[in-house]
């Protein structure tokens, strides 16, 4: 063979080996590429909440981070707030004959961990209930206090982690009268009432949370209220502006709530009354 044709021979061994090359290299770069673009930022907080997106912003100097979601939402997470940040395959890629719906959380609330409310945002309780009305008694220095005692039925609807909206119905009888020594803080008399009287009330409250989502709850609120009071004597109402306190523990399906309140402002002009209210229930999550 001569000269020219071995060239001829080894050109075109070069030039198959090299379109090898570039056509291997082709197909790594494509799978990297795709391989790239079904990854995402994931963030854990210590909440049990599961954020997943882009990560489009680290402020360190401010120790946070800003993370959108698919669908376009844009959440702020302190760092102290944070377990760990990964970059993992979206769960899209993972499960890509799946439909959206059944594939892809963005978000995973706090209480999807099994220590709180199982996606729920409301609560029905029910529960043991008291009310107390006091007054002057006359001149004397002491109080005179009625006791009602009966049933809350309530519902509170969660707007987020701290915050919620609760509306209560209470019914009680009155069950004692007591003539009080505040400056001994000592009951002086206590007797049954010389005649039946009843109460009904209706509040509404705003109340923020500690944690509304699993575990310990402490929390206080401001509302409103209307109180009724039907004797044969006569009957009368309350209503003004209150303020309440509580704590209480959620499991996944369940919660009790130990809650205590009083009126701030009352529309009674002549008599001057103080309200204070105690109750403990039960509720279910749904």
């Not at 056509?23 to 673009?37: M, T």
């Not at 854990?44 to 912003?57: A, P």
């Not at 119905?169 to 009155?174: I, P, S, T, V």
């Not at 020594?181 to 409250?205: I, W």
Request: no cysteine; proline share 2%.
């Amino acid at each position: 063979m001569s000269i020219l044709g071995r060239l001829k021979i080894n050109n075109d061994l070069v030039m198959n080996n090299t379109r090898t090359a570039l056509i291997a290299l082709a197909i790594l770069f494509v799978g990297s590429y795709a391989q790239a673009n079904t990854l995402e930022d994931v963030i854990y907080k210590k909440d049990g909440s599961i954020l997943r997106g882009t990560l489009i912003e680290q402020d360190f100097e401010n120790k946070r981070y800003k993370i959108q979601l698919s669908g376009g939402s844009v959440f702020v997470v302190q760092e102290d707030e944070v377990t760990k940040i990964s970059k993992e395959p979206s769960i899209q890629s993972l499960h890509p004959t799946a439909s959206p719906k059944e594939t892809i959380t963005q978000y995973t609330p706090a209480y999807s961990n099994g220590l709180g409310p199982l996606n729920t945002k409301n609560t029905f309780f029910i529960g043991a209930f008291s009310h107390r009305r006091s007054q002057p008694y006359f001149d004397t220095g002491y109080t005179y206090n009625e006791a009602f005692r009966g049933t809350q039925f309530g519902f509170e609807h969660v707007v987020n982690e701290n915050f919620a909206m609760v509306y209560t119905l209470e019914k009680a009888e009155l069950r004692e009268i007591v003539i009080e020594d505040e400056s001994t803080d000592t009951d002086l008399y206590t007797s049954l009432p010389d005649e039946k009287a009843s109460f009904l009330g209706k509040k509404v409250n705003a109340n923020y949370s500690t944690n509304l989502y699993k575990n310990w709850r402490f929390y206080a609120g401001l509302g409103a209220y209307h109180n009724d009071y039907k004797k044969k004597s006569g009957d009368d109402a309350l209503y003004g502006a209150r303020f309440s306190l509580g704590m209480g523990y959620s499991w996944t399906r369940m919660q009790i709530m130990l809650r205590a309140g009083g009126d701030i402002t009352n529309n009674e002009k002549d008599i001057e009354y103080s309200l204070f209210d105690f109750s403990l229930a039960l509720g279910i999550n749904f």
